[in-house]
């Protein structure tokens, strides 16, 4: 786990699609180090964050991993966010985890990174934002949302392959530019 704040000036704010921690992956992560900064609430990403594309359950090695981390240091809870609209309860109890996936209002979808998705999350676990922090693969759903919300975020590693349309709309390749653009300007 790497901090994401390489300087920290009072000039520069950090714009809200840059995390605060970068990991190779999940097992990369310093839940210590979490729970030393007050975080009670874990919150991850399914796809390619908790599991590779056409992946049918959770790592055994990051289950145990995760498993140990919360008895460890007594989070109050984990949690699912994901945007995957299809039945994940096979992940969800691999963790023991709750489970936030899209729902509609009105006629609108909310999802990530939208704020209502994640109000949702605050409310239901009764936590404040600084208490949480969101593991994803995403800059926009995971990092921008979680960073609007006001929580920890860390950036993962995409877990296997990228999907086709992830390919086919280069989202890799913009997050990449959009982040060096940004480390380029604070190393000035
Ligand atoms: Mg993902």
């Known amino acids: 786990m790497r901090e994401g704040k390489l300087i920290k000036t009072k000039l520069l704010r950090r714009p809200k699609i840059v995390p605060d921690y970068f990991s190779d992956n999940i097992l990369d992560i310093d839940f210590a180090r979490l729970s030393e900064l007050g975080i ?15 992946q049918w359950h959770v790592d055994p090695r990051d289950k145990k991993y995760i498993n ?29 985890a709750n489970v936030f996936q899209p729902f509609w209002v009105k006629w609108k979808l909310v999802r990530k990174p939208s704020k209502g998705y994640f109000d949702k999350i605050l409310k239901q676990l009764k936590a404040k934002p600084r208490e949480c922090v969101i593991i994803g693969d995403k800059l926009k759903s995971d990092v921008y949302g979680g960073n609007s919300a006001g929580m920890l975020t860390i950036l993962v590693k995409a877990k296997g392959g990228d999907y086709w349309y992830d390919r086919v709309l280069f989202t890799r390749m913009r997050e990449h530019r959009v982040l060096s653009k940004y480390f380029k300007k604070s190393s000035r």
């Open 40 to 54: 009670k609430h874990i919150i991850i990403d399914l796809d390619l964050t908790l599991k590779k594309k056409l």
């Open 68 to 96: 140990d981390a919360v008895k460890k240091y007594s989070f109050k809870s984990i949690s699912i966010a994901t945007n995957n609209m299809l039945r994940i309860g096979r992940y969800a109890e691999a963790l023991e």
